[in-house]
């Protein structure tokens, strides 16, 4: 049995505990969070302990695995101190905000020799996984381009409004279309040539992009398009998109439903648009993807596995893709990496 420390207990938080709730093989020995009440109140229904802060945390518990769900600017310090004590850490999308403070992580995780992982859920969000296995495949030829889009509307889930200032929490451009950026460099590889446009919200500016649509480049003249935006209003569905042509058939899944991702059970099935004119209908197994992504972390642990999944390289690859597409918006350019 792993034990695990989750620490930050707001809206991924509660997503990941939910998550682990149900992995036979891991319990949850600790909540932590600087909003006492509500956590407290969550480790007395969980049965388990609070602290108020990393700190205590690591004078006082055992837990072998910390869970860090705390806001993006508070990543670094957190990952550190948790591989400095000798935890195993997995840590929530976007790894941190510069590369200079990801490589301080991943040199404290290679340092202590402790397992880490980020959490780049879409690797394990079952459409995404099938889609890639089907491209994989091969049977339906090479992938040639690829195009993904998330929006959302603006988000009212974070306490303290850090998620809407780009200095803390990278904006849309990282918080949320990370996620497309990390897909295409799984399905492409890294790109090599970014160009990004962008908008900002004129009330309230300081929030960095709240749209984004970028294009990239790689390797074999493979190209890629992603939109990632939560500037909408109202009762605008959460939205995810992808559509991969390959040289014999274009792979296709569009979801809409809920506010966030709170109705991510909901399936709608996979289509493959043929050449010859024929249309195949995929239907994909329901999982929840913290769910897998979690079992997967805590059995790479518990069976002594490498992480090859979402690594904290990963991470670093998809936050360096993000940044680029943000530099290349604000100084409208096209950046090479």
């Keep these: 049995m792993i034990k695990v420390a989750v620490i930050g207990a707001g809206y991924i938080g509660q997503a990941h505990i939910n998550a682990l709730k149900q992995i036979k093989n ?57 591989a400095n004590a000798g935890r195993h850490v997995l840590c929530e999308k976007p790894i941190a905000l510069t ?65 809407k200032n780009e200095k803390f929490s990278g904006g849309a451009a990282i918080d949320l279309h990370i996620h497309d950026l990390d897909l295409l460099i799984w399905l492409f590889g890294k790109p090599q040539i970014v160009k990004a446009q962008g908008s900002v919200n004129p009330q309230n500016p300081e929030g960095g992009f709240s749209h984004i649509y970028t294009t990239a480049s790689f390797k074999d003249n493979k190209s890629g398009f992603a939109e990632g935006g939560w500037d909408f209003k109202g009762a605008f569905p959460f939205t995810m998109a992808v559509r991969v042509v390959c040289e014999k058939a274009t792979i296709e899944w569009i979801f809409r439903a809920g506010k966030n991702i709170e109705e991510r059970g909901l399936a709608t099935n996979i289509k493959i648009y043929n050449f010859d004119g024929s249309i195949e209908t995929i239907e994909v197994n329901q999982t929840d993807a913290f769910f897998n992504e979690i079992s997967y972390f805590i059995d790479c642990i518990e069976n002594n596995k490498p992480i090859e999944r979402a690594t904290f390289l990963d991470g670093r690859n998809a936050l360096e893709f993000a940044l680029a597409a943000i530099k290349s918006a604000r100084e409208q350019t096209t950046v090479k990496l």
């Design 99 to 163: 590369l200079k403070d990801t490589d301080d992580m991943i040199n404290a995780v290679k340092k202590n020799n402790v397992k880490a992982m980020n959490g780049l859920v879409l690797r394990f969000w079952p459409e995404y996984v099938k889609i890639k296995e089907i491209i994989d495949s091969g049977v339906y030829g090479m992938p040639l381009h690829a195009f993904c889009q998330r929006l959302a509307v603006t988000p009212d889930w974070q306490v303290g409004g850090w998620d």
């Design 26 to 82: 891991a319990s949850i020995v600790a909540i932590v969070d600087n909003l006492e009440d509500r956590a407290k109140e969550l480790a007395l229904s969980l049965n388990t302990k609070y602290f108020k802060n990393i700190d205590e945390l690591l004078k006082n518990s055992d837990a072998e695995v910390i869970d860090v769900c705390v806001p993006t600017f508070a990543h670094p310090e957190t990952v550190i101190k948790a």
